[in-house]
Protein backbone atom coordinates (compact mmCIF):
# COMPACT_ATOMS: atom_id res chain seq x y z
CA UNK A 1 0.00 0.00 0.00
CA UNK A 2 0.69 3.60 0.06
CA UNK A 3 2.44 5.29 2.65
CA UNK A 4 1.57 9.15 3.48
CA UNK A 5 2.61 10.16 6.92
CA UNK A 6 1.77 13.40 8.62
CA UNK A 7 1.83 14.63 12.24
CA UNK A 8 -0.75 13.67 14.24
CA UNK A 9 -1.77 16.58 16.46
CA UNK A 10 0.00 20.43 16.49
CA UNK A 11 -1.22 23.37 18.46
CA UNK A 12 -0.28 27.25 18.09
CA UNK A 13 -1.57 30.51 19.23
CA UNK A 14 -3.63 32.85 17.02
CA UNK A 15 -1.73 34.95 14.89
CA UNK A 16 0.98 32.65 14.81
CA UNK A 17 2.50 30.09 11.92
CA UNK A 18 2.08 26.74 11.53
CA UNK A 19 3.87 23.99 9.37
CA UNK A 20 2.54 20.37 8.48
CA UNK A 21 4.35 18.52 7.15
CA UNK A 22 3.70 15.28 4.85
CA UNK A 23 5.95 12.77 3.89
CA UNK A 24 5.09 10.11 0.85
CA UNK A 25 6.45 6.80 -0.39
CA UNK A 26 4.41 5.25 -3.36
CA UNK A 27 4.28 3.65 -6.19
CA UNK A 28 3.48 6.74 -8.16
CA UNK A 29 3.00 9.95 -8.13
CA UNK A 30 0.45 12.41 -9.98
CA UNK A 31 0.56 15.31 -7.91
CA UNK A 32 -0.51 16.54 -3.96
CA UNK A 33 -3.79 17.60 -2.71
CA UNK A 34 -4.17 19.36 1.03
CA UNK A 35 -7.89 19.64 2.24
CA UNK A 36 -9.13 20.91 5.18
CA UNK A 37 -11.72 18.99 7.60
CA UNK A 38 -13.62 20.82 10.06
CA UNK A 39 -15.43 18.38 12.95
CA UNK A 40 -18.44 16.38 11.75
CA UNK A 41 -17.82 18.50 7.74
CA UNK A 42 -16.88 17.38 4.26
CA UNK A 43 -13.28 17.82 3.59
CA UNK A 44 -13.12 20.98 1.40
CA UNK A 45 -9.84 21.26 -1.17
CA UNK A 46 -6.87 23.93 -0.30
CA UNK A 47 -4.54 23.47 -2.86
CA UNK A 48 -2.90 21.00 -5.58
CA UNK A 49 1.03 20.51 -6.29
CA UNK A 50 2.36 18.76 -8.89
CA UNK A 51 5.62 20.20 -9.86
CA UNK A 52 8.29 21.26 -7.00
CA UNK A 53 8.20 24.67 -5.32
CA UNK A 54 5.53 26.77 -3.61
CA UNK A 55 2.19 27.41 -4.01
CA UNK A 56 0.44 30.54 -2.15
CA UNK A 57 -2.74 31.55 -1.88
CA UNK A 58 -3.76 34.15 0.62
CA UNK A 59 -2.85 33.05 3.93
CA UNK A 60 -1.75 29.64 3.05
CA UNK A 61 1.21 27.73 0.67
CA UNK A 62 1.87 24.52 -0.01
CA UNK A 63 5.26 23.42 -0.85
CA UNK A 64 6.11 20.28 -2.82
CA UNK A 65 9.80 18.03 -3.48
CA UNK A 66 9.39 15.33 -5.50
CA UNK A 67 12.82 13.56 -4.80
CA UNK A 68 12.38 13.92 -1.34
CA UNK A 69 8.97 12.77 -1.30
CA UNK A 70 7.72 15.74 0.87
CA UNK A 71 5.22 18.54 1.29
CA UNK A 72 4.17 20.70 3.61
CA UNK A 73 1.27 23.33 4.43
CA UNK A 74 2.22 26.61 5.96
CA UNK A 75 -0.77 28.58 7.53
CA UNK A 76 0.08 32.27 8.45
CA UNK A 77 -2.00 34.15 10.54
CA UNK A 78 -3.67 31.86 12.17
CA UNK A 79 -7.59 32.57 13.28
CA UNK A 80 -9.61 30.19 15.84
CA UNK A 81 -11.53 29.18 12.48
CA UNK A 82 -8.39 27.28 11.36
CA UNK A 83 -9.09 25.01 14.02
CA UNK A 84 -9.30 21.90 12.06
CA UNK A 85 -7.97 18.77 10.39
CA UNK A 86 -5.41 19.01 7.50
CA UNK A 87 -5.44 15.92 5.23
CA UNK A 88 -2.62 15.04 3.01
CA UNK A 89 -3.73 13.24 -0.78
CA UNK A 90 -1.38 11.65 -3.31
CA UNK A 91 -2.74 11.19 -6.29
CA UNK A 92 -1.40 7.54 -8.38
CA UNK A 93 -2.98 7.27 -11.86
CA UNK A 94 -6.78 7.83 -10.55
CA UNK A 95 -6.79 6.77 -7.33
CA UNK A 96 -6.17 9.07 -4.41
CA UNK A 97 -4.31 8.11 -0.88
CA UNK A 98 -5.14 9.76 1.99
CA UNK A 99 -2.44 10.40 4.82
CA UNK A 100 -4.54 10.31 8.97
CA UNK A 101 -4.71 13.69 8.82
CA UNK A 102 -3.46 16.46 11.47
CA UNK A 103 -5.75 18.25 13.83
CA UNK A 104 -4.46 22.04 14.48
CA UNK A 105 -5.75 23.39 17.43
CA UNK A 106 -5.41 27.33 17.75
CA UNK A 107 -5.35 28.69 21.04
CA UNK A 108 -6.21 32.21 21.76
CA UNK B 1 -25.95 25.50 -6.68
CA UNK B 2 -22.78 23.83 -7.62
CA UNK B 3 -23.41 20.72 -4.93
CA UNK B 4 -22.89 16.69 -4.35
CA UNK B 5 -25.79 15.31 -2.10
CA UNK B 6 -25.60 12.07 -0.60
CA UNK B 7 -28.90 10.24 0.89
CA UNK B 8 -29.18 9.36 3.15
CA UNK B 9 -27.32 11.38 5.78
CA UNK B 10 -27.67 8.83 8.81
CA UNK B 11 -28.07 5.20 8.55
CA UNK B 12 -28.56 2.38 11.07
CA UNK B 13 -28.99 -1.26 9.75
CA UNK B 14 -28.61 -5.05 10.90
CA UNK B 15 -26.18 -7.48 9.37
CA UNK B 16 -27.04 -8.38 6.17
CA UNK B 17 -29.41 -5.96 4.92
CA UNK B 18 -29.00 -4.96 1.41
CA UNK B 19 -28.95 -1.19 1.38
CA UNK B 20 -27.78 1.74 -0.88
CA UNK B 21 -26.59 4.86 -0.45
CA UNK B 22 -27.04 7.30 -3.53
CA UNK B 23 -24.25 9.92 -4.64
CA UNK B 24 -25.66 12.91 -7.21
CA UNK B 25 -23.79 15.82 -8.70
CA UNK B 26 -24.69 18.80 -10.71
CA UNK B 27 -21.72 20.19 -11.96
CA UNK B 28 -21.37 17.34 -14.98
CA UNK B 29 -18.14 15.89 -13.51
CA UNK B 30 -16.70 12.81 -15.13
CA UNK B 31 -15.00 11.37 -12.08
CA UNK B 32 -16.79 10.70 -8.92
CA UNK B 33 -15.13 8.63 -5.93
CA UNK B 34 -15.92 6.95 -2.77
CA UNK B 35 -14.65 7.22 0.49
CA UNK B 36 -15.14 5.87 3.94
CA UNK B 37 -13.70 7.64 6.58
CA UNK B 38 -12.25 6.39 9.68
CA UNK B 39 -10.90 7.26 13.36
CA UNK B 40 -6.68 7.23 13.07
CA UNK B 41 -6.79 5.89 8.90
CA UNK B 42 -8.01 8.73 7.74
CA UNK B 43 -10.16 8.93 4.43
CA UNK B 44 -9.57 5.75 2.32
CA UNK B 45 -10.88 5.37 -1.35
CA UNK B 46 -13.22 2.26 -1.98
CA UNK B 47 -14.33 2.84 -6.07
CA UNK B 48 -13.81 5.72 -8.27
CA UNK B 49 -15.48 5.84 -11.77
CA UNK B 50 -13.92 8.27 -14.37
CA UNK B 51 -16.88 8.56 -16.41
CA UNK B 52 -20.28 6.59 -17.24
CA UNK B 53 -19.78 2.51 -16.92
CA UNK B 54 -16.43 3.24 -16.17
CA UNK B 55 -15.54 2.00 -12.64
CA UNK B 56 -12.62 0.52 -10.92
CA UNK B 57 -11.34 -0.20 -7.64
CA UNK B 58 -9.68 1.64 -4.77
CA UNK B 59 -8.07 0.78 -1.70
CA UNK B 60 -10.68 -0.89 -0.03
CA UNK B 61 -13.39 -2.23 -2.48
CA UNK B 62 -14.52 -5.39 -0.31
CA UNK B 63 -17.67 -5.49 0.59
CA UNK B 64 -18.71 -3.06 -1.54
CA UNK B 65 -20.32 -2.16 -5.47
CA UNK B 66 -20.74 0.80 -7.61
CA UNK B 67 -22.43 1.53 -10.84
CA UNK B 68 -22.58 4.27 -12.67
CA UNK B 69 -24.91 4.32 -15.13
CA UNK B 70 -25.55 7.86 -15.45
CA UNK B 71 -23.23 10.63 -15.28
CA UNK B 72 -24.79 12.44 -12.37
CA UNK B 73 -25.21 9.50 -10.09
CA UNK B 74 -23.13 7.03 -8.57
CA UNK B 75 -24.91 5.00 -5.61
CA UNK B 76 -22.65 2.67 -3.04
CA UNK B 77 -24.13 -1.00 -2.20
CA UNK B 78 -23.44 -3.17 0.28
CA UNK B 79 -24.70 -6.09 -0.60
CA UNK B 80 -24.88 -7.75 2.59
CA UNK B 81 -23.29 -4.91 5.40
CA UNK B 82 -20.96 -6.12 8.05
CA UNK B 83 -20.16 -4.16 11.35
CA UNK B 84 -16.63 -3.50 10.02
CA UNK B 85 -18.61 -1.25 7.57
CA UNK B 86 -19.52 0.77 9.88
CA UNK B 87 -18.17 4.24 9.06
CA UNK B 88 -18.53 8.02 7.86
CA UNK B 89 -18.76 7.66 4.31
CA UNK B 90 -17.92 10.45 1.34
CA UNK B 91 -18.92 10.43 -2.00
CA UNK B 92 -16.84 13.27 -4.29
CA UNK B 93 -16.66 14.52 -7.58
CA UNK B 94 -14.67 16.19 -10.18
CA UNK B 95 -13.86 16.92 -13.79
CA UNK B 96 -11.60 16.20 -15.92
CA UNK B 97 -10.69 13.11 -13.36
CA UNK B 98 -7.61 13.42 -11.64
CA UNK B 99 -5.41 16.79 -11.48
CA UNK B 100 -8.96 18.83 -10.76
CA UNK B 101 -10.50 19.74 -7.41
CA UNK B 102 -12.54 17.59 -5.87
CA UNK B 103 -15.94 18.44 -4.51
CA UNK B 104 -17.28 16.50 -1.41
CA UNK B 105 -20.71 15.77 -0.34
CA UNK B 106 -21.88 16.14 3.13
CA UNK B 107 -21.57 12.44 4.23
CA UNK B 108 -23.48 9.26 5.36
CA UNK B 109 -22.83 8.22 8.54
CA UNK B 110 -23.96 4.19 9.17
CA UNK B 111 -24.03 2.19 11.41
CA UNK B 112 -24.10 -1.88 10.94
CA UNK B 113 -25.21 -3.45 14.34
Known amino acids: GQNIDQPTEMTATEGAIVQINCTYQ??????LFWYQQHAGEAPTFLSYNVLDGLEEKGRFSSFLSRSKGYSYLLLKELQMKDSASYLC?????????FGAGTTVTVRA | EAQVTQNPRYLITVTGKKLTVTCSQN?????MSWYRQDPGLGLRQIYYSMNVEVTDKGDVPEGYKVSRKEKRNFPLILESPSPNQTSLYFC????????????FGPGTRLLVL
Open chain 2, 27 to 31: MNHEY
Open chain 2, 92 to 103: ASSSKGFRETQY
Open chain 1, 89 to 97: AVMIDYKLS
Open chain 1, 26 to 31: TSGFNG
